[in-house]
């Protein structure tokens, strides 16, 4: 379905894959949830249930070839650029078949090839590489830009300052995208910053910056596109709050006391899969029966996943001394 309409800005076939994007993240983060549960993934597993709009619309807004590096609550990014679940689910897994060969896990994801650098543990750690790596864009003569996410804690990091200053001051092409889910860990982003609305913290780079409904894909997607364009035509940095909210806690073992479930209920009501799903049908860019054989094929693409990641090698011992200097 090719129907283009002029209020929406988006054709059916950009609508429906959206669509499917985001439910393929929502039914990854369940199944992952599912086998942590069981003792069959380990370490720290942060998701991403909720947020999904975001980082389906940043990619649809950027080019294949832009660079990516973002926080540790990273598996629907890999998978909002098309990266195999079967990859993605194998590396939580901790096997040898991983996007990292097992050794990164949930947070340590990368995929040079399509040009995703993790995957970042440290809070806010990532935005100096961020910075550089733009840097070596710009160096180079390279037209991508380099997207950088995080949460609205690492705006309370030094590396947020070091790092945007340094963009700014070199205009590179960067474009910080901050995802605003309401709770650094347990503690309400009011809480914890003197200055809530975090793109206004931009200004003290002079870098334009906006605050968006981040649980809206399409606007997400047009503002990350206009806000590369920008940075990629030598606007210099450019800084977007993408406001949302994470149905399940910070991690796994989140037992969410900072919040109540009257809260969280209230929350879920602006679902952003259950929202686009309605537009997209009164827009009549896809139908009841395009959606659902989307969903079929999504569980018979996790349950695939789910079995090659249950089936493939453990990384051979070796492997530990693999793809690192060692200095003697």
Known sequence: M??????LNVTG????????KMSLIRRFEERAEEAYGQGRIGGFLHLYIGEEAIAVGVMAGLAPDDDVITHYRDHGYFLARG????????????????????????????????????????????????????????YRKRPNVVACIFGEGATNIGTFYAGLN?????????????????????????????????YK?????????????????????DTV????????????????????????GHSMGDPQRYRTKEEVEKAKAGDPIARWRRTILSAGLATEHDMNRVADDIEAELEAAVRFAEESPVPDPRELCADVTIME
């Not at 090719?2 to 209020?7: I, P, S, V, W």
């Not at 076939?13 to 499917?20: G, I, N, S, V, Y």
């Not at 996007?99 to 440290?122: F, N, P, T």
């Open 2 to 7: 090719e129907k283009d309409t002029g209020r």
């Open 13 to 20: 076939a950009e609508a429906l894959d959206w669509f499917r």
């Open 83 to 138: 990266i195999d679940p079967k990859r993605v689910m194998a590396e939580l897994y901790g096997k040898s078949t991983g996007l990292s060969k097992g050794k990164g896990g949930s947070m340590h994801m990368v995929d040079v090839a399509h040009h995703l650098w993790g995957g970042y543990a440290i809070v806010g750690g990532h935005i100096p590489l961020a910075t550089g790596l733009a840097l070596a864009n710009q």
């Open 166 to 198: 340094m963009a700014a001051v070199w205009k590179v092409p960067l474009v910080a995208i901050i995802e605003n889910n309401r709770y650094g860990m347990g503690t309400a982003v009011e809480r914890a910053s003197a200055v809530p609305d975090a």
């Open 201 to 221: 913290k931009a200004c003290a780079f002079d870098i334009p910056a906006v605050q968006i409904d981040g649980n809206d894909v399409l606007t997400v997607r």
């Open 225 to 248: 596109r206009d806000m590369a364009g920008k940075a990629r035509a030598g606007g210099g940095p450019q800084l977007i709050e993408a406001m949302t909210y994470r149905f399940r």
